[in-house]
């Protein structure tokens, strides 16, 4: 399972669950002011969001489809497209990869009808992190070279850097160690600019494998060297695997 990826990245996740919540109790009186059908769709949508960051995954299910039923009536495209993705983050972390393929693939869809670049990207990105779980590596290369492109295309310097970093994966599991060392480098350039101090363990790692496996041993050592002292340093439970 991939460490780059984050499936809540489009379930309010700028949002922290106790925001989330105090929405919620600020819909539920609107409701009961005012019971509009969109009203109601909504505080069932942000029910869905809050149980998927409580990692209630049922509940969440059950609210996201009571909303379904009101934004289908609607033909509310942008709330289908967000719920669709929710129900394929649910699906995924109940370890059901084909459900959540499917709705991760229905949701960029409607973001394709509505020319939501940005969240395109992200669905590509975990429609790419699916496929390589599945063991279906090629096409996980595919969807996240076409989430690359979106990234640079919307300037999402944090969406590049994931790619990248999944691409390199990508490669590695694929034996092509120059397009893997080529995006892991492209990453580790790019988070030296970002600073995610979480991200380095896995990136230097990644590099020491490359190395390894085109027998350069020395540099295969000190990005190994690297990849542990960043794990200490962002106290990271990470244990270096070298591929030999």
């Known amino acids: 399972d991939k460490s780059f990826i984050s499936f809540s990245i489009s379930a309010n996740s700028d949002f922290s669950i106790d925001t989330i919540y105090q929405i919620i109790k600020e819909l539920d009186t609107l409701v009961t002011q005012n019971p509009t059908q969109e009203l109601i769709g909504m505080r069932h949508l942000m029910y869905g969001s809050y149980y998927i960051h409580s990692g209630e995954q049922s509940k969440s299910l059950n609210e996201i489809d009571k909303a379904l039923v009101i934004f289908e009536a609607q033909g509310d495209i942008k709330h289908l497209a967000d719920l669709f993705n929710f129900k394929g983050i649910c699906f995924r972390r109940m370890g059901l990869s084909n459900r959540a393929l499917h709705f991760f693939k229905r949701s960029l869809k409607k973001n394709e009808e509505i020319k939501n670049l940005n969240a395109q990207g992200d669905l590509l990105l975990n429609i790419g992190v699916l496929y390589a779980d599945m063991g279906r590596v090629t096409e996980s290369v595919e969807y996240t070279n076409e989430a690359l492109v979106l990234f640079k ?22 034996e092509d160690y120059d397009k893997a060392y080529k995006a892991y480098k492209a990453a580790l350039d790019l988070n030296r600019i970002l600073d995610f101090d979480y991200l380095y363990p896995d990136i230097y790692t990644g590099m ?10 020395a540099k295969g050592m000190e990005y ?12 990271n439970p990470f244990v270096v695997s070298f591929v030999l």
């Open 208 to 217: 020491s494998k490359c190395y390894f496996k085109t027998n350069e041993v």
């Open 153 to 174: 295309k919307v300037d999402d310097q944090v969406g590049v850097l994931y790619a990248y970093a999944n691409a390199g994966e990508d490669y590695l599991v694929l």
């Open 224 to 235: 190994g060297r690297l990849s542990v002292e960043s794990a200490e340093q962002t106290a």
